[in-house]
């Protein structure tokens, strides 16, 4: 099974990440840019579950940041993509950016939304006093898209709104279809990322579910936003881009043996469809999966390049598994780099996304 995406055009002229170096994105730039981790360990008065470290947002909590109305019932997930959404749309005087109306649409990537707020209500329903009491607030967390249609209640975004699942490559998937959206002229402005929360739920899911080869991956959450318009669209509202979007593919594997040949076809593909050359890519940001199909992710990309060696955008060791939202960090990653480096402008950056439910990616951008 293969999926494709290609055209010259549009533009990512903004972004956003609520990471675990906080909530701007000046300081996800500084941090990744000066390869800090942001593993810490957790506080136990706090936190419980089987992990004793990760990346966490710092001081996070939804009520604080965003204010306490509208925020009582508020999940954590749904907390992060309304910040990070919130931070894509300010200008640095706390206005709305211009060009962004109300017909913007917003396609956000997730795993299973938050899998804390999913366990939380089905345990209520359950240890509760008959009949069944629960709180009624709390259901719409227990929806796949909430956070989004929270984006949109939030921000006042009418346009399309979408939530895309897709494990690792998520970020990738909500990426092509809001290119898609744009150019079916269902929108002209599109705002796309993911998002994944850290929770003593999720930590357990991912504890009983990892293989052993994979047990070592600190957990990591946060949201990273990308704001995708036509170059008219750009120019007209005086943002000169910062990079464009070339190629997505996507490709299918069954067993891990698959991964790096599936993988390499998929990378190989989108380079073919963006008119590049293996040795015009400067930055690759891989997914830094763990265990063996981390190894076939590296493997696949020796392959293609057979012999040119890319320069490496640090992610996942730097943040964690923030998994849902990793292939929007490792977007966001390549354009805090690029930021930070002028002689980049006009290079070729690819990211790679591996996800354990088999599927692939990547995305071919030339930086600008």
């Known amino acids: 099974m293969e999926t494709a995406t290609a055209r010259r055009g549009p533009l990512i002229t903004a972004w956003s990440a609520v990471s675990p170096y906080g909530l701007e994105r000046p300081e996800f730039t500084?941090?990744?840019?000066?390869g800090r981790t942001a593993a810490a360990a957790l506080d136990r008065?706090?936190?419980?579950?089987?992990?004793d470290t990760a990346c966490l947002v710092p001081g996070f909590d939804s009520k604080?940041?965003?204010?306490?109305?509208?925020?009582?019932?508020?999940?954590?997930?749904?907390?992060?993509?309304?910040?990070?959404?919130?931070?894509?749309?300010?200008?640095?005087?706390?206005?709305?950016?211009?060009?962004?109306?109300?017909?913007?649409?917003?396609?956000?990537?997730?795993?299973?939304?938050?899998?804390?707020?999913?366990?939380?209500?089905?345990?209520?329903?359950?240890?509760?006093?008959?009949?069944?009491?629960?709180?009624?607030?709390?259901?719409?967390?227990?929806?796949m898209n909430c956070a989004a249609g929270?984006?949109?209640?939030w921000h006042k975004l009418k346009g399309p709104n979408t939530t895309v699942a897709g494990g690792r490559a998520s970020g990738l998937l909500a990426l092509n279809y809001a290119l898609r959206l744009q150019r079916s002229g269902h929108?002209?402005?599109?705002?796309?990322?993911?998002?994944?929360?850290?929770?003593?739920?999720?930590?357990?899911?991912?504890?009983?579910?990892?293989?052993?080869?994979?047990?070592?991956?600190?957990l990591g959450e946060g949201a990273a936003v990308l704001l995708l318009e036509?170059?008219?669209?750009?120019?007209?509202?005086?943002?000169?881009?910062?990079?464009?979007?070339?190629?997505?593919?996507?490709?299918?594997?069954?067993?891990?043996?698959?991964?790096?040949?599936?993988?390499?076809?998929?990378?190989?593909?989108?380079?073919?469809?963006?008119?590049?050359?293996?040795?015009?890519?400067?930055?690759?940001?891989a997914s830094g999966a763990h265990g063996a199909r981390g190894a076939a992710e590296r493997e696949s990309l020796d392959a293609v390049f057979a012999g040119h060696?890319?320069?490496?955008?640090?992610?996942?060791?730097?943040?964690?598994?923030?998994?849902a939202a990793s292939a929007s960090f490792q977007t966001a990653a390549l354009l805090a780099t690029a930021e930070r480096r002028p002689g980049l402008a006009g290079s070729i950056g690819l990211i790679t996304s591996v996800d354990r439910d088999g599927v692939v990616g990547c995305a071919v951008l030339r930086l600008r």
């Open 30 to 34: 500084a941090g990744i840019t000066a």
């Open 45 to 51: 008065g706090v936190w419980d579950g089987p992990v």
């Open 64 to 143: 604080t940041v965003l204010g306490r109305k509208g925020t009582r019932s508020m999940d954590r997930v749904t907390g992060l993509a309304v910040t990070a959404v919130g931070r894509l749309l300010q200008d640095p005087e706390g206005a709305r950016i211009p060009g962004v109306g109300e017909d913007a649409g917003l396609v956000l990537g997730t795993n299973t939304g938050s899998a804390q707020s999913m366990m939380d209500f089905t345990r209520d329903s359950v240890v509760q006093e008959k009949p069944f009491y629960v709180d009624p607030m709390r259901f719409p967390n227990t929806v």
């Open 150 to 153: 929270q984006c949109a209640i």
């Open 187 to 218: 929108t002209r402005t599109v705002l796309c990322g993911a998002v994944e929360e850290f929770s003593p739920a999720r930590a357990w899911l991912e504890f009983h579910t990892r293989r052993p080869d994979e047990a070592d991956g600190i």
């Open 230 to 285: 036509s170059a008219e669209a750009a120019a007209q509202y005086g943002r000169p881009g910062l990079a464009e979007v070339l190629a997505l593919e996507f490709g299918v594997f069954h067993t891990d043996a698959q991964v790096a040949p599936v993988l390499a076809d998929s990378v190989r593909r989108a380079l073919d469809r963006a008119a590049v050359q293996p040795p015009e890519v400067a930055l690759v940001a």
């Open 309 to 323: 060696e890319p320069e490496h955008v640090p992610g996942a060791e730097l943040i964690g598994d923030t998994h």
